[in-house]
């Protein structure tokens, strides 16, 4: 039985691969790569490297057998078709007989357009009859302690999602969730919604930057609309500019406050607070 890992190259795949090396030896952890120059150090340490693409379901012929544990982490390519792109690997995971394939997903509440490809995928994987896991994965801290050059050139924060608060939690936290999924036993058609411990609004993530860094930084709330065309203006595509604004109203209606402990009790831990997130990005 192997563990597979879609995705395994990017941001969450690596520490997912990362994680799963501490627990299960490298021969039972796969890969699944579209450029195996990306993931050469994981190769060096023993792990199966297999290339496919989300684009060409004929590259997962073959790739799975019964008995293996999938971790599809969602594509970011949110112009080519995503809900038909994970398709591709839910029907090459229902043809090999796979005893788990788990989904990294977005919170139930969530109404943005974001989740619309989400829940279409979810709707397939469930209609597959393939034991499931959702991992609703909450907001990640890194979706804003990444962007700080901005912030600390201008001094301000700037945001569409007025007094709301987010219940977000580090990358690594989300990657520990998942390989305890992969590692462990009971979690078969079950679903999870994961957020950090502490839910933060945006005053408060300008003030502990502010802390850290001796400067003065506000948070300064602007219209989505002005928020869309300031992503646009930094050279962000449209749709993506919509899509991201409309989570920052989703964010305003409460949307990513997730209160579930879900997160917390599947790593055995409490979530990575944003100062420490913050922290590290400023020494990054």
Do not use: C
């Not at 563990?3 to 699944?32: D, F, M, N, S």
Request: net charge negative.
């Amino acid at each position: 039985m192997s563990i597979v890992v879609t995705g395994a190259t990017g941001h969450l795949g690596r520490l997912v691969v990362e994680q799963l090396l501490e627990k299960v030896p490298a021969e039972r952890i796969t890969a699944v790569v579209r450029t195996p120059e990306k993931a050469a150090d994981l190769a060096g340490r023993g792990v199966r490297i297999a290339v496919a693409d989300y684009n060409a379901p004929e590259t997962f012929d073959g790739l799975f057998a019964a008995g293996d544990r999938v971790l599809l982490i969602s594509g970011n390519e949110f112009d080519k078709g995503r809900v038909q792109q994970h398709r591709v690997v839910i029907d090459a995971a229902e043809a090999a007989g796979v005893a788990l394939l788990a989904y990294t997903s977005a919170p139930g509440s969530l109404t943005a357009a974001l989740a619309d490809d989400h829940r279409g995928t979810e709707e397939a994987l469930l209609a597959s009859g393939l034991p499931y896991t959702l991992l609703r994965n909450g907001w990640y801290h890194e979706n804003y302690t990444e962007q700080l050059a901005p912030v600390l050139e201008h001094g301000a924060v700037v945001q569409a999602a007025g007094e709301g608060r987010i219940s977000s939690a580090s990358r690594a936290d989300y990657a520990a969730a998942a390989v305890a999924v992969l590692t462990g036993e009971g979690h078969e058609n079950r679903t999870y919604e994961l957020g950090g411990d502490q839910a933060w609004g945006f005053a408060e993530f300008a003030a502990e930057v502010s802390r850290q860094t001796g400067k003065e930084i506000g948070y300064r709330p602007v219209s989505v609309e002005e928020y869309q065309a300031i992503l646009a203006g930094a050279g962000l595509p449209g749709p993506l500019a919509a899509i991201l604004a409309g989570v920052d109203a989703s964010i305003e209606k409460g949307e990513l406050v997730v209160d579930s402990g879900d997160l917390s009790r599947l790593t055995g831990r409490p979530t990575t607070p944003l100062a420490e997130s913050v922290a590290a990005a400023l020494e990054g």
